[in-house]
């Protein structure tokens, strides 16, 4: 009888260890989903400045990310441009981050050294270089590559539409670009120009938006910027389809590859992270997991094609040598 009450009572004790086992894994289960749905387990703040090619994708990653992963860190994106951004980043106490779009240049490598400052290369997505004409243009649809730059340089004879195919109209080109501090113009003139000078009478803004504007009122204007800039503008713009020698290709998500059709006027574009950084701050570490755990999913609504999943694998790998 005592044996058997002696067994009742272990069977009893077990069952309530179990319940209790089971009850602490939901507990856990129930903090996990807690953290999922954007209650905050880091705080403080996480500084990009840079490309404003790049600035729309940084910018929805930073808001998701701030919603969705960490409530208790603020992530300040800005668009001063690739070049001007660089100046902030490469500076005692800089930016956390610098978006380009263009690869860090030779004299800015040196002021990493000069700095003793330890910076990783982000390759965040694929730009498509996208030269956008007034709604009202109905002949310049359709350029090839060597008609596309013959407007734009200094030693080019091209001044009206007309000397481009006489069947054009006798009027005047408008040029339009965006300035020295943004990675567009340089690569529109290290990669397509191939460093020869651009035609004085040019006009370079410094915001995208003002691009807009001034091309979606000069019938006679035409522009180069992102893709991205294109996309989230076809009410007011239209694009130029570009031969490169096989027919017009149209800039478009399936056609911006650096293998494929629309490659000649492709470019990685990327942001630069400040690894020293993230020994006293642990939140810019965890954005740059977000930011490429994430990158390929929002790369499409902002008009960027996205980057093969090996290379994004390749760069977790670097940032997991950081911790």
Not at 33 to 43: A, D, F, I, R, Y
Not at 81 to 99: P, Q, R
């Amino acid at each position: 009888m005592k044996l058997k009450r002696l067994a009742l009572v272990s069977m009893f004790f077990l069952l309530v260890m179990f319940i209790a086992a089971c009850s602490g894994k939901e507990g856990a289960g129930s903090n996990n989903n807690h953290k999922e749905q954007g209650e905050s387990s880091l705080s403080g703040s996480v500084s990009i400045d840079g490309s404003g090619t790049v600035y729309p994708l940084m910018a929805l990653l930073a808001e998701e990310y701030m919603v969705k992963e960490e409530e208790g860190v603020s992530v300040e994106v800005s668009r001063a441009g690739t070049s001007a951004g660089f100046k902030k980043f490469l500076v005692e106490n800089g930016t956390d981050f610098n978006n380009a779009s263009r690869k860090i240049k030779d004299e800015e490598l040196a002021l990493v050294d000069e700095l003793e400052i330890d910076v990783k290369e982000i390759k965040v997505a694929l730009d498509g270089l996208t030269f956008v004409i007034n709604k009202d243009n109905d002949w310049a649809t359709e350029m090839t590559a060597e008609e596309l730059k013959s407007i734009f340089l200094a030693s080019s004879s091209v001044e009206k539409w007309s000397d481009i195919r006489p069947e054009w109209p006798e009027e005047e080109i408008n040029l339009y670009g965006p300035n020295e501090n943004h990675g567009t113009y340089e690569f529109f003139f290290e990669n397509i120009l191939e460093k020869e000078d651009l035609k004085d009478k040019i006009d370079l803004q410094q915001e995208y938006s003002s691009l807009v504007k001034l091309i979606s009122d000069d019938p006679n204007g035409i522009a180069f910027f992102g893709f991205g800039y294109y996309v989230n503008n076809t009410d007011v713009l239209q694009a130029v389809k570009v031969d490169f020698g096989s027919g017009p290709v149209e800039a478009s998500l399936e056609t911006i590859a650096e293998d494929g059709p629309y490659a000649p006027f492709t470019r990685p574009v990327f942001t630069y992270l400040n690894a020293t950084n993230v020994k006293d701050k642990p939140e810019v570490l965890d954005f740059a997991f977000y930011v490429l755990n994430h990158i390929d999913q929002f790369a499409g609504e902002v008009g960027f094609a996205p980057i093969p999943e090996d290379e994004i694998q390749k760069m977790i790998e670097q940032l997991e040598e950081l911790k």
